[in-house]
């Protein structure tokens, strides 16, 4: 096989769900993050009803790549075609699209179908296809496992925004406090240990213990970038009840002080709600429980760092400091 000619992969899945949930579930790229294991971040460039231009962050191959996409979606022939406009070493293009075929029963085949070409020898296209073959047979695997829940999708996929102002402090100095998570220890008090390292420049491996208001410990471990004026994280390893969360804090300077949004969006696992909230909870239920304690937790962290930062002494600005 020739390195240097065009190349094609081709994984399906068989989802024991409607064609129309399953499209859906893919065209809307701003869920990919909490349904798609590999995503970590989808920054929007562009979007109109029938295209859109995106940068996408993702594992692969246990590094964090980012590329800029085009896609065409067509819900009438359930098709999503994508090209990236800029690749990731060792592509030099990559394209494709995703069918859905209607199989009988209320099911659907997905076909994910990738046609590309690499720069280098056999390694580099072994090593392509590795992680094409990895990451589409995750993608898939998640696809159905959301898909076939058994409950619509805006009831388990939700998102939500806090907004909040901190006066006498700057963005930048809040956005600092939220990098140095490996300080949240000493800092807030519903963290009780973190674990944190910086495999590439300005992207984090974050492991934490929180403690809930009722006295629960558990552990995630989340992909953090480090945007300018942005944070944002995906949580590899979520919260029971979560089958995935992600989210961002984004900094800004505005006429009272830091002006800190934090979003969340996450995915709720159904069958894990009794376990956690008590037996005969709903999804419901669960959105109103996430709404409020992954809500609390980001105002605390913020009213935290802004009380830090207020309390650092000033900056000494006499003669002969080195700046």
């Keep these: ?31 990919w993050p909490v349904i798609f294991e590999p995503t970590v971040h ?10 859109e231009r995106f940068e996408l962050w993702a594992q692969v191959n246990g590094q964090v790549n980012t590329w800029a996409s085009r896609r065409d979606l067509d819900p ?4 999503v075609a994508f090209r990236q406009e800029r690749s990731h070493a060792p592509l030099t293009s990559m394209g494709g699209d995703w069918t859905f075929r209607p ?28 992680a094409l073959d990895t990451n589409s047979a995750r ?14 999708v805006d009831d388990l996929v939700f998102s939500f ?7 006498g402090v700057s963005a930048a100095d809040v956005y600092a406090f939220v990098r140095r998570s490996d300080l949240w220890p000493q800092r807030l008090p519903h963290v009780g240990r973190v674990s944190l390292s910086e495999p590439q ?16 410990s558990h552990t995630t471990r989340s992909i953090r970038l480090c945007l300018p004026g942005q944070i944002v994280y995906k949580q590899v390893v979520p919260p029971g009840m979560l089958l995935g969360h992600a989210g961002s804090w984004e900094f800004a300077d505005g006429p009272g002080g830091a ?35 992954l809500g609390r937790n980001s105002r605390a962290t913020l009213e935290h760092a802004g009380r830090y930062a207020r309390e650092q002494p000033a900056p000494h600005t006499g003669a002969g400091v080195s700046r």
Excluded at 103 to 128: C, I, K, N, P
Excluded at 265 to 285: I, K, N, R, W, Y
Aim: negative net charge; hydrophobic residues 40%; aromatic residues 2%.
């Design 139 to 152: 993608e898939l695997a998640a696809l159905a496992r959301v898909a076939e829940l058994g409950h619509p």
């Design 201 to 216: 420049p300005d992207v984090q491996d974050m492991e934490m213990d929180t403690v809930t208001a009722e006295g629960r």
């Design 76 to 79: 009438a022939g359930l098709r």
């Design 161 to 167: 925004t806090d907004r909040v102002v901190l006066p």
């Design 1 to 31: 096989m020739s390195p240097s000619r065009p190349h094609q992969t081709v994984h399906t899945r068989v989802v024991a769900a409607p064609p129309e949930v399953v499209y859906e579930l893919v065209a809307d790229v701003r869920r």
């Design 103 to 130: 199989v009988g029963g209320g099911r659907t085949e997905v076909v994910l179908t990738h046609r590309f070409t690499v720069d280098g020898g056999e390694e580099q296209l072994a090593w392509m296809n590795q």
């Design 259 to 293: 002006e800190v949004h934090a979003r969340h969006s996450v995915a709720v696992d159904p069958e894990a709600v009794d376990a956690v909230l008590g037996a005969g909870s709903t999804p419901a239920d669960a959105r109103r429980h996430l709404r409020d304690v």
């Design 42 to 51: 989808v920054r929007h460039l562009e979007r109109t009803s029938g295209a």
